[in-house]
């Protein structure tokens, strides 16, 4: 069964930094580009991130730019968001999502229509 799980979300002070975790189970994380996207209450799900399967390309929305950084560790199964310089509109709930296929591209893509697999979310809060 595919599962993905969300963690390290929590409160922080803006200027602030979270390191998120997805840890995958039930398929090789090798062989998918994972991504990340964020829900704030009352919006919509927006990319925030991507990663290819070879993690030789990687995709940001513009608002994150220069402050998130997306990595893989396939051996860990695990794929991680880093965000510095936090900021207020930062804060939703944050998730990490796989095709439901095995990626065949060399690259990967921010839109909610091409990822099936879901985790429950972490939230991050940026606040003062």
């Known amino acids: 069964q595919v599962q993905l799980v969300e963690s390290g979300g929590g409160l922080v002070q803006p200027g602030g930094s979270l390191r998120l975790s997805c840890v995958a189970s039930?398929?090789?994380?090798?062989?998918?580009?994972i991504g990340w996207f964020r829900q704030a209450p009352g919006k919509e799900r927006e990319g925030v991130s991507c990663i290819s399967t070879r993690d030789d390309y990687t995709d940001y929305a513009d608002s994150v730019q220069g402050r998130f950084t997306i990595s893989r560790d396939n051996a860990k199964n695990t794929v991680y968001l880093q965000m510095n310089s936090l900021k207020p509109e930062d804060t939703a709930a944050y998730y990490c999502?796989?095709?439901?296929?095995?990626?065949?591209?060399?690259?990967?893509?921010?839109?909610?229509?091409?990822?099936?697999?879901w985790g429950q979310g972490t939230q991050v809060t940026v606040s003062s």
């Open positions: 039930g398929f090789i994380l090798d062989y998918y580009a």
């Open positions: 999502a796989a095709p439901i296929l095995p990626t065949v591209q060399p690259t990967c893509d921010l839109s909610i229509y091409d990822y099936d697999h």
